[in-house]
């Protein structure tokens, strides 16, 4: 700032013919200000022509008119819109399998009602993300009631093949587990179990389990004790460094 402009700024007279003294703002705008403001005036004169403000016009009137679309959100519930139904269908055959399991005569030790809960939610979200996966249109999957036999019998294939990480990790965790069993995280041996209480364990523990009332059983229930077997097999074929072919006889 130039020593003219600060005696400007400290030393302000009252306007010429005010006797009063009253100050009118406009006549009292710092030089160096009203220089800025010219120039702001002379770049607007220059530069914003007629043709530019009618040209930024068109552009705003445009851009309300059709905005750019929002930006892509995820489909993925969209894309499996039957999610949620395969999720309680899955719990439900999971939840089946672990009590079969744990009413085993090998079945060591034994599950508690918090451990199969866990497990179970845990496989069916792994399997449900395998099921979508595996289909190239996830949005045409049917709901568990409508499905077929082979698509319900790919599902509870994903589950076998899931069961035993989750089954793992979960005993693992538990305050039973020693450190030296974290070395083999493949040491769960539950499909085998549930292979074993399907076929041939106690009098079919698993047929007993779902027919002790044969007359009370709803057709759900006779459905998941036919499809088992079949997913288990399939699980061995698909995944057998999941789970042991060998082990399933």
Known sequence: ???SDERH???RRAPGGNPQGHRDPAHEVHPAFARFLRAVDEDVRDNLTQDEVDRRLTQLLHAYAAPSPAPPQDTDP????????WAAYGSRV??????????????????????????????????LNSLRDDSPQPALIPAPQ??????????LTHCVRHLPFVH????????????DEFEDMAASDVVPMLWHCT???????FHRLGLHQARDVDLERRE???????????????YPDVVDPSSLR
């Open 78 to 85: 969209a894309a499996f819109e039957t999610r949620a139904a």
């Open 94 to 127: 999971v939840t089946f399998w672990l009590i079969a399991v744990n009413t085993s005569a090998t079945a060591a030790p034994r599950l508690s009602h918090d451990d199969i809960n866990e497990i179970a939610v845990e496989t069916v979200a792994r399997a």
């Open 9 to 11: 700024l400290v030393a």
């Open 199 to 205: 076929t041939t364990g106690r009098d079919h523990t």
């Open 224 to 238: 998941i004790l036919a499809l088992t077997p079949a997913a288990i097999r399939t699980a061995g074929n698909r």
């Open 146 to 155: 409508e499905a077929s036999a082979r698509v319900k019998t790919l599902f």
């Open 168 to 179: 793992e990790c979960n005993r693992l965790m538990s305050e039973e587990a020693s450190l």
């Open 1 to 3: 700032m130039s020593e």
